[in-house]
C-alpha cells in the first residue's frame, strides 16, 4: 500500500507564495506522474498542473505561469511551487500521484487536501 502526506497550505496575502509538498511512502519503487488538483467552496474539483517522471510539465491556464508542479523520486515526494497567488486560487488542493509499486504494478493514490486561503 502506498500513503500520501500532504502539507503546505496555510493563509497567505494576494501576490504570496506557498509550496504545497506531496511525501509519499510504503511500496513504492517510483513515481510516475502527479497531478495537482484543487476544490473551492460550491465549486467542482479541477486540475491545475502535472507533471511527468520524464519532465513533461503542464498547468491549466488559470495558473499557467504562476504555479509549478515537480517531483523528487529520491525523497518521493511531489511539490505545487504557488506563486503571484490571488483570492481566487483559494481552495482545498489535491495532490494525486501515479506510482509504480515495489510489485511491479501502477497505483494512482490521492492526498487528504490542504487548505490555501489568499485574503487579506
Known amino acids: 500500500q502506498v500513503q500520501l502526506v500532504e502539507s503546505g497550505g496555510g493563509l497567505v496575502q494576494p501576490g504570496g507564495s506557498l509550496r504545497l509538498s506531496c511525501a509519499a511512502s510504503?511500496?513504492?519503487?517510483?513515481?510516475?506522474?502527479v497531478g495537482w488538483h484543487r476544490q473551492a467552496p460550491g465549486k467542482q474539483r479541477e486540475w491545475v498542473a502535472g507533471?511527468?517522471?520524464?519532465?513533461?510539465?503542464n498547468s491549466a491556464d488559470s495558473v499557467k505561469g504562476r504555479f509549478t508542479a515537480s517531483l523528487d523520486n529520491a525523497k518521493n515526494t511531489v511539490y505545487l511551487q504557488m506563486n503571484s497567488l490571488k483570492p481566487e486560487d483559494t481552495a482545498i488542493y489535491y495532490c494525486d500521484v501515479q506510482v509504480l509499486q515495489s510489485s511491479g504494478g501502477l497505483g494512482n493514490y490521492w492526498g487528504q487536501g490542504t487548505q490555501v486561503t489568499v485574503s487579506t
Open positions: 507533471i511527468t517522471r520524464l519532465g513533461s510539465a
Open positions: 510504503g511500496s513504492i519503487f517510483s513515481i510516475n506522474a
